[in-house]
């Protein structure tokens, strides 16, 4: 397994499309954080303008753990589309080049590759999330220093200093997990076309309609929205209230890996039923 998997990541990343989520983070980040340094104080005033008709704020505010939780809830907007770049071409693309019958009649079983092209994905998924991590912390953090955390939903939650790190560590990691999710839906539909495109626009089309459905309030839609893995992947988001809901984290995290789980058997099957004879 060890060995496939090797050459499945050194064809992953031989390929310049793999480096593109690296370098359009890479880019995004620093920029969001030099303008919310310059502009992050009236950001946030505008944010707060009702309160501070009644309460005053005083302190480091517009902190590098503020702007790295603004930089986090932009995750579920861009970085699917990112992640799908490979996770929609590692199968497809052998089809387009013709090579299954190649690596399908090697010495090693079809789970055997299959399980080390889906490791791959998951592992480029993993380190674009860890890539965007070390940005946000290890760029906002020294520009703009560290301060209480001022979470602005339905509520207002104010995390201390000493209480927020292991949040971040969590909630990246829950936010791989999302795009984890994301990679698996992509995978699958890789194993069914012969084009990257395909799994591509119809992976980032799936999303599009589920996020519609888990945002209309229709009662018709209460007994499906549960089950959407959209309405799921910003579960990170209970890792910052206080306390820490833990009922609903643990729920919105079984859903995806339930996903996770339902996508990577159906492309076993698949492509262990798969015909490579024409």
């Given at each position: 397994?060890?060995?496939?998997?090797?050459?499945?990541?050194s064809?992953?990343?031989?390929?310049?499309?793999?480096?593109?989520?690296?370098i359009?983070?890479?880019?995004?980040?620093?920029?969001?954080?030099?303008?919310?340094?310059?502009?992050?104080?009236?950001y946030?005033?505008?944010?707060?303008?009702?309160?501070?008709?009644?309460?005053?704020?005083?302190?480091?505010?517009?902190?590098?753990?503020?702007?790295?939780?603004?930089?986090?809830?932009?995750?579920?907007?861009?970085?699917?589309?990112?992640?799908?770049?490979?996770?929609?071409?590692?199968?497809?693309?052998?089809?387009?080049?013709?090579?299954?019958?190649?690596?399908?009649?090697?010495?090693?079983?079809?789970?055997?590759?299959?399980?080390?092209?889906?490791?791959?994905?998951?592992l480029?998924?993993?380190?674009l999330?860890?890539?965007?991590?070390?940005?946000?912390?290890?760029?906002?953090?020294?520009?703009?220093?560290?301060?209480?955390?001022?979470?602005?939903?339905?509520?207002?939650?104010?995390?201390?200093?000493?209480?927020?790190?292991?949040?971040?560590l969590?909630?990246?990691?829950?936010?791989?997990?999302?795009?984890?999710?994301?990679?698996?839906?992509?995978?699958?539909?890789?194993?069914?076309?012969?084009?990257a495109?395909?799994?591509?626009?119809?992976?980032?089309?799936?999303?599009?309609?589920?996020?519609?459905?888990?945002?209309?309030?229709?009662?018709?839609?209460?007994?499906?929205?549960?089950?959407?893995?959209?309405?799921?992947?910003?579960?990170?988001?209970?890792?910052?209230?206080?306390?820490?809901?833990?009922?609903?984290?643990?729920?919105?995290?079984?859903?995806?890996v339930?996903?996770?789980?339902?996508?990577?058997?159906?492309?076993?099957?698949?492509?262990k039923?798969?015909?490579?004879?024409?």
């Open positions: 397994m060890m060995t496939v998997l090797r050459v499945e990541l064809k992953v990343f031989s390929k310049w499309r793999t480096f593109i989520g690296f359009a983070i890479g880019v995004l980040v620093p920029i969001v954080i030099i303008a919310m340094g310059l502009e992050g104080n009236t946030f005033s505008f944010a707060t303008q009702v309160l501070r008709q009644q309460f005053d704020f005083a302190g480091n505010l517009m902190n590098g753990y503020t702007v790295a939780y603004i930089i986090q809830g932009m995750l579920y907007i861009h970085v699917p589309f990112l992640v799908t770049l490979v996770s929609g071409d590692i199968l497809a693309g052998e089809a387009t080049a013709g090579t299954y019958r190649l690596i399908f009649t090697r010495p090693v079983r079809r789970s055997t590759v299959v399980t080390a092209k889906w490791l791959a994905s998951m480029y998924t993993v380190l999330v860890l890539w965007m991590a070390i940005l946000s912390m290890g760029i906002g953090i020294p520009f703009l220093g560290t301060g209480e955390l001022v979470v602005i939903r339905s509520t207002i939650t104010i995390i201390a200093v000493d209480d927020v790190l292991w949040r971040f969590a909630g990246y990691g829950y936010a791989a997990l999302a795009m984890m999710t994301v990679a698996s839906i992509a995978f699958l539909f890789s194993s069914l076309v012969e084009n495109i395909g799994p591509i626009m119809t992976t980032m089309a799936i999303i599009i309609v589920f996020t519609i459905i888990s945002a209309i309030d229709v009662p018709l839609f209460d007994y499906i929205r549960p089950a959407l893995f959209t309405n799921h992947m910003n579960g990170w988001r209970y890792l910052f209230d206080d306390p820490v809901n833990w009922s609903k984290l643990i729920t919105s995290a079984s859903v995806l339930a996903h996770i789980a339902a996508c990577f058997t159906a492309t076993m099957i698949i492509l039923r798969k015909d490579i004879l024409t």
